[in-house]
């Protein structure tokens, strides 16, 4: 089972930028598609990106192409997602999932 913690969020302002990162732990986190997800209270985690295993091909939910990347770095265990242009609707707890493992999150808050 892989273990991942999220780091780098934080506060920012509109049009500001910030970079997520997931590491992981375990010898294995190379075969595993790796996806961001983010979560507001009261609605339901939402699917932000993803990147299959290799890193060969990525996803985006819509209302973040154009402004955010996700990538990794297979030799640090690492998933990382570029945001940038951020609008206050990107504020959330941003989460990584790897197979059936969550990371704890880490909370991103946009102002206006």
């Known amino acids: 089972q892989v273990q991942l913690v999220e780091s780098g969020g934080g506060l920012v302002q509109a049009g500001g930028s910030l970079r997520l990162s997931c590491a992981a732990s375990g010898r294995t986190f190379n075969r595993y598609d790796v996806a961001w997800f983010r979560q507001t209270p009261g609605k339901e985690r939402e699917l932000v990106a993803h990147i299959t295993s290799s890193g060969s091909a990525t996803f985006y939910t819509g209302s973040v192409k154009g402004r955010f990347t996700i990538s990794r770095d297979n030799a640090k265990n690492t998933v990382y997602l570029q945001m940038n242009s951020l609008k206050p609707d990107d504020t959330a707890v941003y989460y990584c999932?790897?197979?059936?493992?969550w990371g704890q999150g880490t909370q991103v808050t946009v102002s206006s």
């Open positions: 999932k790897a197979a059936a493992s």
